[in-house]
């Protein structure tokens, strides 16, 4: 359907402040109950809004002392360090980089992430769905107390990465052929795109090192 001339002015960029949002379109501020208390829904709402074309995305009211207090009603709030990383999910939400296959990614620090890690076996048989099953346990083990690990055998490879880059999983490990013959994995940063191969037994000391555990 053609779109009705009048309305152009909408689909223009425009320039506030430092920023040209790309559209008139501004998503005025409201609270959603999520807040400090589920950052993680919060940043994934506000980015549902982005995907949909909107570009400006208001987030909520922000109490800055406890005396703001509203309880039992929930809200942004920023009231010493300790809420930091909740509002940081906000700012650092979904990246769009064209140049990917799948260009949404969360791109969280590795602390932050709610998924720490994915496993994945390359292909569901040969053996690999055994060898990732036993890595997912010990890395589940190891970092139960910080995050999930993630294990996935459904899809293409590339489809998997494309769920984990959305939900800002740092680093995905995957199980292949080569895995069999030299027990070595491949590891991905979720950042780069690239790729790199660690042995199998170091990969619970490659992932502690970056989540500083």
């Known amino acids: 359907m053609q779109r009705d001339p009048r ?7 425009v320039r506030i402040g430092p920023v040209t949002a ?14 400090y208390a589920m ?29 703001g207090d509203i309880s039992p009603y929930v809200e942004a709030r920023l009231w010493d360090d300790s809420d930091i ?9 979904f990246t769009e980089d064209a140049s990917r296959p799948s260009p949404e990614l969360l791109r969280l620090h590795p602390r932050l992430a709610p998924i720490k890690a994915a496993v994945f076996p390359l292909v569901n048989k040969d053996g690999m ?25 459904r899809a293409s490879i590339g489809k998997r990465y494309a769920r984990m ?13 080569q895995t069999v013959q030299d027990q070595t994995v491949t590891v991905r940063d979720r950042d780069s795109g690239q790729q790199e191969r660690i042995a ?13 555990a």
């Open 85 to 93: 990383p909740a509002l940081a999910l906000l700012c650092e939400a």
């Open 200 to 212: 199998l037994d170091q990969v619970t000391a490659y992932l502690a090192d970056r989540l500083g």
């Open 22 to 35: 790309k559209n008139r379109f501004f998503q005025v501020p409201h609270c959603n109950g999520m807040g």
């Open 165 to 177: 880059d959305e939900a800002g999983c740092p680093f995905c490990f995957t199980i292949d052929g």
């Open 39 to 67: 950052p993680e829904a919060h940043a994934a709402m506000r980015a549902a809004k982005a995907e949909g074309g909107w570009a400006v995305i208001s987030t909520e009211e922000c109490e800055i002392h406890p005396t």
């Open 129 to 153: 769905p055994e060898i990732s099953a036993r890595l997912h346990g010990e890395l589940a083990r190891r970092f139960r107390r910080l995050g999930f690990i993630e294990h996935d055998v």
């Open 7 to 13: 309305y152009d002015i909408l689909f223009e960029p």
